[in-house]
């Protein structure tokens, strides 16, 4: 089985920085793609960051150039550098990544959240 628990969200004013992390544990040898997604209220869940096994990364537009997703491969954790918030980054942020279950298939596991809070 594996976990991932997310951690580092809170409230922050808008220009503000927040620095997010994922750990993942359990039955993990390796870890496809990474990413941060997140669920403001009333809306459906979005991509923020993604990143591969060796490094490369994509963004979403709104995102760009204020965020920088990074992993530690060595310790399986994910994190999400978040500079010059704004209030609609405030959303319920999850942790997503693909691990391998065989040569041929990957399985998609989700963290529980962690809430950012940017205030105006």
């Known amino acids: 089985q594996v976990q991932l628990v997310e951690s580092g969200g809170g409230l922050v004013q808008a220009g503000g920085s927040l620095r997010l992390s994922c750990a993942a544990s359990?039955?993990?040898?390796?870890?496809?793609?990474m990413a941060w997604y997140r669920q403001a209220p009333g809306e459906q869940r979005e991509l923020v960051a993604r990143?591969?096994?060796?490094?490369?990364?994509t963004y979403a537009d709104s995102v760009k150039g204020r965020f920088t997703i990074s992993r530690d491969n060595a310790k399986n954790t994910l994190f999400l550098q978040m500079n010059s918030l704004k209030p609609e980054d405030t959303a319920v942020y999850y942790c997503?990544?693909?691990?391998?279950?065989?040569?041929?298939?990957?399985?998609?596991?989700w963290g529980k959240g962690t809430l950012v809070t940017v205030s105006s």
């Open positions: 990143i591969g096994s060796g490094g490369s990364t």
């Open positions: 359990g039955s993990v040898s390796s870890i496809n793609t």
């Open positions: 997503n990544a693909d691990i391998p279950l065989d040569d041929y298939s990957t399985m998609p596991y």
